[in-house]
């Protein structure tokens, strides 16, 4: 269910409203599931694994970036996370509140900072993930084994081919 109508419902109403026109409909179905996909899951894992740990999705995804790339430039982590360097700035302010990260100067660029987590923010990240990834299991539970590589392989040939654009 999205929104106050079914997936099938809305599949319909897009097929009336578009069915004179000229459109690659397999593409927008693929498109438009790879988004309302990614929309569900996403609150899925804010209303289970992040409910309670003070963390939005854009603070988490900002703290996994400086934990699987240690210390950081603030561009880089922006990018990583796919988010402006305006609203990184934001999230850093609020993790370092929750002494989660930490900024330090560049150590060979006065007028640069670096990102890093801070002990607190290891033990957060080390204590969250197998959480997390349960719940990823979860979400990817009624698809088997080859059904998953499928659709990992599947959406890194997308990624690739908008990186290459």
């Not at 988490?60 to 982590?77: A, D, K, L, Q, T």
């Amino acid at each position: 269910m999205t929104g106050h109508h079914t997936l099938r419902q809305t599949e319909e109403a897009i097929g009336q409203r578009l069915g004179g026109l000229n459109v690659d409909f397999e593409a927008m179905w693929a498109v438009s599931n790879i988004y309302r996909a990614s929309s569900a899951i996403r609150n899925h894992l804010e209303q289970t694994v992040l409910r309670d740990t003070g963390l939005t999705w854009t603070g988490f995804v900002v703290m996994w970036v400086v934990w699987i790339w240690g210390e950081s430039e603030p561009r880089h982590v922006a990018a990583e996370a796919g988010i402006s360097k305006g609203t990184l700035t934001g999230v850093v302010k609020t993790l370092e509140s929750y002494r989660h990260l930490r900024r330090f100067p560049h150590p060979t660029d006065g007028r640069r900072v670096m990102l890093a987590l801070t002990p607190t923010g290891e033990r957060l990240m080390l204590g969250l993930f197998p959480e997390f990834n349960r719940q990823e299991a979860f979400v990817v539970k009624k698809l088997d084994s080859e059904r998953r590589r499928d659709l990992a392989t599947s959406l890194r040939h997308i990624l690739e081919h908008l990186e290459n654009t």
